[in-house]
């Protein structure tokens, strides 16, 4: 039962460490919270249902698709709602606002074009049950484990080896100092956006496929959840975010398993308010830098 | 090599520079020289682009480079060692070298770490280490390596000796002339202004963003105003 419920909650918990990967890139490069990352999450969850449902593909294109789809949407974000905003030198809070806007707007676009309606991926499309005895695992968690984990890895190597990645580094630490070695800033943030919307719009076809529902207000919560994972993590922290996901993860299915299923919601953000108690600056944020790395 | 033409800039409603004009000629080094808050800041600000001037011009061999990006400009062969050194804190010594070399692609990038670190071995003993973790001392000469780093044409350095042991400042300096001796410019901005004269070949006076005063270093440095509030009222 134990172990069970702890590869479920690894599981769940990859998934957000996914989510909220994306919007701690942002936070580093930009220092503000991406309020439409669970609208691109969402639209990623309906594109990846439409690969699936209509062009009858397998589900690892479907991801590449809908992770294209965000990887744009992502520019538009940058171009549209927070460009602007930057070079009028305009408070923290407007971009806050304008990521709200855009939000909103994909949720009405979603119900538009698709309908209130929950849908779902069709039955039997993953397959069943591995039995490894002490616990089962569906392929649908093992896709979204491991998709999850090569992504986690691909984006470290990115981040630590590459030039790109490097450039996300100095742009994250000062944005002047980056464009005094001859980084472009205004082109590596628009490309962390793109990235970090990528990654949402992976987070929520996996999302989409392990709970099976997929719906326009799909966002709304799970974004709060990201929200509260970069927290926990350490805001602008890759790390933090990875581990502060899993920790979600593990603490919703644990509260689920034991008792409270109805309050799971509030079991795994309580227990994020207990953690914050002890480190405010967030697990891997230092004290001295307002949480940030 | 580059000349500021009657520059005015500022911040918001305070006007940092009024009407500046300066040259750097190609191999020499020029010093600014100033009291805190005289715009000397600024004024290398301005040629980064990281200040854009309300009127007036700044032009590079020849080019107008007014309007152009801050990575532009440093594309185009000018590197800043910023105030306040600006190392990337949470990247190692060895990877805030290779970030110097950003708008390079050549192959002699390694070559050129090593040449830093033969200017400076402290740095090849900590290559590993975090840049935030170095002294004041250790950071800029990191600082200055990460500017060489990119080859530039011209070299401005903003206060290299800010805050660090006197026996630190005269190896900085030393080390500002052998950068000079093998080609680069170097636009100097300073405040130890013995110092600052005694290396460079012109000097200008910045005092309220006004420049009072340029010329050969020599002649700034006895200059009876410059020796009074700056050198403390004697000759050398």
Known sequence: MFLQQLVNGLTLGSLYAVLAIGLTLVFGVLNIINMAHGGIFMIGAFVGLFMVTVFDVNIFVALIVAMAIGAILGYLLEFVALRPLRKKKVSHLAPLISTIGVSIFLESLALLLWGPQTRSFPPDYIGGLIDFGAFKISMVQIIGLGVSVVLMLILNVVIKKTKIGKAIRAVSMSTETAALLGINPTMIISVTVMIASALGAAAGVLVGLSFNAIEPTMGVIIGFKGLAVLILGGLGNITGAMVGGFILGVAEIFSVAYGASTFRDAVAFGLIILLLFWRPQGLFGSKDKGGRP | M???????????????????????????????????????????????????????????????????????????????????????????????????????????????????????????????????????????????????????????????????????????????????????????????????????????????????????????????????????GRVE
């Open chain 2, 2 to 232: 580059l000349k500021l033409e009657n520059i005015v800039a500022g911040y918001g409603h305070i006007t940092a520079l009024k009407d500046i004009s300066l040259e750097v000629p190609q191999g020499s080094i020029v010093s600014l020289i100033g009291a805190n808050g005289a715009g000397k800041s600024t004024t290398m600000k301005t040629i980064m682009g990281l200040v854009k001037p309300t009127s007036g011009k700044v032009l590079f061999e020849g080019q107008d480079i007014t309007g152009q990006k801050t990575h532009q400009i440093v594309h185009g062969g000018i590197s800043l060692v910023p105030e306040g050194r600006q190392i990337l804190q949470d990247m190692s010594v060895y990877e805030n070298l290779e970030m110097g070399a950003y708008i390079r692609n050549d192959n002699e990038i390694e070559a050129d770490i090593k040449k830093v670190f033969k200017r400076f071995p402290i740095l090849d003993e900590r290559s590993y280490q975090l840049g935030g973790t170095l002294s004041g001392g250790q950071q800029q000469m990191l600082a200055i390596g990460r500017a060489l780093m990119a080859r530039p044409k011209l070299l401005l350095l903003d206060e290299p000796s800010m805050g660090l042991a006197p026996l630190v400042v005269n190896e900085i300096f030393e080390t500002i002339k052998e950068i000079s001796a093998e080609g680069t410019t170097v636009l100097l901005v300073e405040q130890n202004v013995r110092q600052a004269l005694k290396i460079a070949d012109y000097a200008y006076v910045l005092e309220t963003g006004k420049m009072v005063l340029s010329g050969p270093a020599d002649e700034v440095r006895h200059d009876p105003r410059v020796m009074e509030a700056y050198l403390g």
